[in-house]
């Protein structure tokens, strides 16, 4: 090995001190910023206006909002990634991804394999149709072509109501797959959560739809999910919290939806 001169021995201590403060891998492997925060591996279904989409090749939407502003109040960093809607359940159930984030439905049976923070959404199905339809409630949709996206909470509610299975009952990629269907006729109705298709409806009044609202679909409640036993559901549900005393989820609410949110049903479901 040859001796390394002076001059540059001292240049490579000095290189080798400012790599030192440039980030380095925390115990578990992943990134840290040069703030000292662990960047956190986000994984989404960017097909979702307006919670989750694309514009101009970044996703953005309602739930990025939440999910950044959560994590920056929790002191991490947070890196969000477009995988699809059924790819996100198995890179959490796989631990490749830390969170996901995409208008997921808290319910008993995804509790068995995935942890939940508290509620951060308030939301209901509701049905999309083309103006003049005979269709004015959920009952109308018997015997009638329905377009859902697959695994979700409106394919959930048109089993219940037609019979799980039934050919009746289209299922697809994404709701602006279901869209295009119902649009081209190959379906009477849509049926989704109430955020989307209001938001479609609103910003294509060319296409003449209008959206049903009916009592028998229940309230859902949105929630970030993460790997059975995360350490740091924790920190997010104080977070999220923390954002609704202190006013930034009103604020992040009303720029998205031009409304005040239910602050008190979602404290009290959070509870």
């Not at 991490?76 to 439905?105: L, N």
Request: proline residues 3%.
């Amino acid at each position: 090995m040859k001796k390394i001169p002076g001059f540059m021995l001292k240049m490579l201590m000095v290189f080798l001190a400012v790599l030192s403060g440039c980030g380095t891998k925390g115990t578990d492997g992943e990134a840290e910023t040069a703030a000292g925060k662990k960047t956190l591996r986000a994984v989404t279904d960017a097909a979702y206006a307006p919670f989750e989409y694309m514009d101009k090749g970044k996703i953005v939407g309602f739930d990025i909002d939440i999910v950044k502003a959560a994590a920056k109040e929790a002191g991490y960093s947070v890196k969000v990634d477009h995988v699809g809607w059924d790819p996100i359940f198995v890179e959490i159930e796989k631990k490749r991804a830390d969170i996901a984030i995409s208008s997921i439905t808290i319910n008993d049976d995804r509790k068995k394999s995935y942890d939940f923070s508290v509620p951060y959404f308030l939301s209901t199905n509701k049905i999309l149709v083309p103006e003049g339809s005979s269709i004015k409630g959920a009952d109308d949709l018997k015997g009638k072509v329905v377009a859902v996206q697959n695994g979700t909470t409106g394919q959930a509610a048109m089993d219940a109501l037609l019979g799980k299975n039934n050919s009746n009952i289209k299922k697809f990629e994404n709701n602006n797959l279901a869209i295009m269907e119902l649009i081209k006729g190959g379906a009477a109705a849509v049926v989704a959560d109430n955020a989307v298709i209001e938001e479609y409806a609103k910003n294509n009044p060319d296409k003449k739809l209008k959206v049903i609202s009916d009592d028998t679909f229940d309230f859902e409640f949105y929630g970030i999910m993460f790997p059975k036993g995360s350490e740091i559901k924790a920190d997010f549900d104080q977070a999220l919290k923390k954002l609704m005393e202190n006013g930034e989820y009103s604020r992040i609410y009303k720029e998205r939806f031009g409304t005040e949110p239910d602050i008190a049903k979602l404290k009290a479901e959070a509870k």
